[in-house]
């Protein structure tokens, strides 16, 4: 009962700027990494940035300079500034996050969510 929901996506000009948002719910005990990825049409999906429980960042070459992964624990929440936006950004963008749920013992899962689409004008 642990739902992941993207939310931001939009059309936007090439150069501008897009805030996506992913919000946990159901029953979360504690979110560990979590990663943003994205699929365009025809192509598979891949890794944009992740973040650690901690807030250790990493990001794809490709966006390094352009986006800030970042994430709010207690509202158990994670977002992506996109900067500068470029017509190949265009994709579905898919938030992911290791979720631990507790009954009696602990249970950690990797969980997705259904995807919010970007899309960059030229």
């Known amino acids: 009962q642990v739902q992941l929901v993207e939310s931001g996506g939009g059309l936007v000009q090439a150069g501008g700027s897009l805030r996506l948002s992913c919000a946990a719910s159901g029953s979360v005990f504690n979110i560990g990494a979590m990663a943003w990825y994205r699929q365009a049409p025809g192509k598979r999906r891949e890794q944009v940035a992740s973040?650690?429980?901690?807030?250790?960042?990493n990001y794809a070459d490709f966006v390094k300079g352009r986006f800030t992964i970042s994430r709010d624990n207690a509202n158990s929440s994670m977002y992506l500034q996109m900067n500068t936006l470029k017509p190949e950004d265009t994709a579905v963008y898919y938030c992911?996050?290791?979720?631990?749920?507790?009954?009696?013992?602990?249970?950690?899962?990797?969980?997705w969510g259904r995807g919010t689409q970007v899309t960059v004008s030229s």
């Open positions: 973040i650690t429980a901690r807030g250790s960042t």
């Open positions: 992911n996050a290791d979720i631990t749920t507790r009954r009696g013992a602990y249970y950690s899962y990797n969980y």
